[in-house]
T-cell receptor, first 113, second 115 residues
Framework: EAQVTQNPRYLITVTGKKLTVTCSQN?????MSWYRQDPGLGLRQIYY???????DKGDVPEGYKVSRKEKRNFPLILESPSPNQTSLYFC????????????FGSGTRLTVV | SQQGEEDPQALSIQEGENATMNCSYK?????LQWYRQNSGRGLVHLIL?????REKHSGRLRVTLDTSKKSSSLLITASRAADTASYFC???????????????FGKGITLSVRP
């Protein structure tokens, strides 16, 4: 089944403890992206990657890192999480960017206390 | 940077009725897409309409695009309780450097279909 897999689904962590949210797609898509969704603010893009070893900042990149060493994986790294990063995170992929439909993962609900 | 804005913010209809949702945007686009999100779940791609298209159909969905008015509408015909979800429009900008980098999503419309 074609899908984007995110892990974990739920995560509660403490301020300052580094964490990684994994994202993997099995569709050989070139483009991958991370969004966060917050009430009243909608979906905002954090980082995106047009292809392997090519990443760029979205609208809200502060406090996040990403890497794209393989085509299928695009992990999101929070080096020192803070409470304002409490949110619902989505990974998405598409064949080749915005001119194709995105496939989204099921989301990761992160709480930073 | 919010591009698409959906209207209304919330819509409640009876099963079997049609649901119409609107989206307006500000800058030139390559395409506009509609997505559905069930509560707390990932978004699901419904339909993509390109800037040179005026209307597109997919099953019970009909999407129109009016680039002169910078607006789009999503019509769901013969609605079902299972259509209850949030619906988002997303625009692919045609302008500026990095324009090919992302879809910009609106804040969504909450549709409730009463059985």
């Amino acid at each position: 089944e074609a899908q984007v897999t995110q892990n974990p689904r739920y995560l509660i962590t403490v301020t300052g403890k580094k964490l990684t949210v994994t994202c993997s797609q099995n569709m050989n898509h070139e483009y991958m992206s991370w969004y966060r969704q917050d009430p009243g603010l909608g979906l905002r893009q954090i980082y995106y990657s047009m292809n392997v070893e090519v990443t760029d900042k979205g609208d809200v990149p502060e406090g996040y890192k990403v890497s794209r060493k393989e085509k299928r994986n695009f992990p999101l790294i929070l080096e020192s999480p803070s409470p304002n990063q409490t949110s619902l995170y989505f990974c998405a992929s598409s064949f080749r960017g915005q001119n194709y439909g995105y496939t989204f993962g099921s989301g990761t609900r992160l709480t930073v206390v | 940077s919010q591009q698409g804005e959906e209207d209304p913010q919330a819509l409640s209809i009876q099963e079997g009725e049609n649901a119409t949702m609107n989206c307006s945007y500000k800058t030139s686009i390559n395409n506009l897409q509609w997505y559905r999100q069930n509560s707390g779940r990932g978004l699901v791609h419904l339909i993509l309409i390109r800037s040179n298209e005026r209307e597109k159909h997919s099953g019970r969905l009909r999407v129109t695009l009016d680039t002169s008015k910078k607006s789009s509408s999503l019509l769901i015909t013969a609605s079902r309780a299972a259509d209850t979800a949030s619906y988002f429009c997303a625009t692919a900008s045609a302008l500026g450097s990095g324009a090919n980098s992302k879809l910009t999503f609106g804040k969504g419309i909450t549709l409730s279909v009463r059985p």
